[in-house]
T-cell receptor, first 113, second 113 residues
């Protein structure tokens, strides 16, 4: 199976930049996903990395290093609405036929004025 | 993207009873999954719903407790059987095509009293 670790919670200031880290251990890595989940709502897709490097999408960027088993989600120009839980999820080509996602515990981000 | 309709959105049930949750997708999808999310926690995969055959359950989940149906490529049900207060949770349907991100239904918030 996979071990996926994220910080439990983080606090940042409106307008600032925050980096949410995710480390994982998996036998057949086949992609890493970041999801955002507001309280009481379903998770929504933010980004996907399968190759090393940085993927940028507006105020959100995600980085992957497969050799280090490490990813981060970077949020720029933070807004109050970015207060949410951020979930790191890994797909493994060995487990579950390479189809299922395993989620980390999530990082609860609080954006303050 | 896929539009997922999950019903009911919430329910309060008596212990010992069963509840069936429905997941309807607006297009044919390759994979459908059922997750559980307990308060303040991340998503735990219950099972993969297989079209026309028995679901594939994760460790700790069994068919007698969580029977799943998937009669076609757009619809699945999850039943929570013989409920106890420990089953109080949010249950989420998720769909995915090969090599794409997963989409989630809005979830069913279940309270067992």
């Amino acid at each position: 199976g996979q071990n996926i670790d994220q910080p439990t919670e983080m606090t940042a200031t409106e307008g600032a930049i925050v980096q949410i880290n995710c480390t994982y251990q998996t036998s057949g890595f086949n992609g890493l996903f970041w999801y955002q989940q507001h309280a009481g709502e379903a998770p929504t897709f933010l980004s996907y990395n399968v190759l090393d490097g940085l993927e940028e999408k507006g105020r959100f960027s995600s980085f992957l290093s497969r050799s280090k088993g490490y990813s981060y989600l970077l949020l720029k120009e933070l807004q109050m609405k970015d207060s949410a839980s951020y979930l790191c999820a890994v797909r493994d080509r060995v487990t579950g036929g390479g189809n299922k996602l395993t989620f980390g515990t999530g990082t609860q981000l609080k954006v303050e004025l | 993207s896929a539009v997922i309709s999950q019903k009911p959105s919430r329910d309060i049930c008596q212990r010992g009873t069963s509840l069936t949750i429905q997941c309807q997708v607006d297009s044919q999808v390759t994979m459908m999954f059922w997750y559980r999310q307990q308060p303040g926690q991340s998503l735990t995969l219950i099972a993969t719903a297989n079209q026309g055959s028995e679901a594939t359950y994760e460790s700790g989940f069994v068919i007698d407790k969580f029977p799943i149906s998937r009669p076609n490529l757009t619809f699945s049900t999850l039943t929570v059987s013989n409920m106890s207060p420990e089953d109080s949770s949010i249950y989420l349907c998720s769909v995915r095509q090969m090599n794409t991100e997963a989409f989630f239904g809005q979830g069913t918030r279940l309270t067992v009293v």
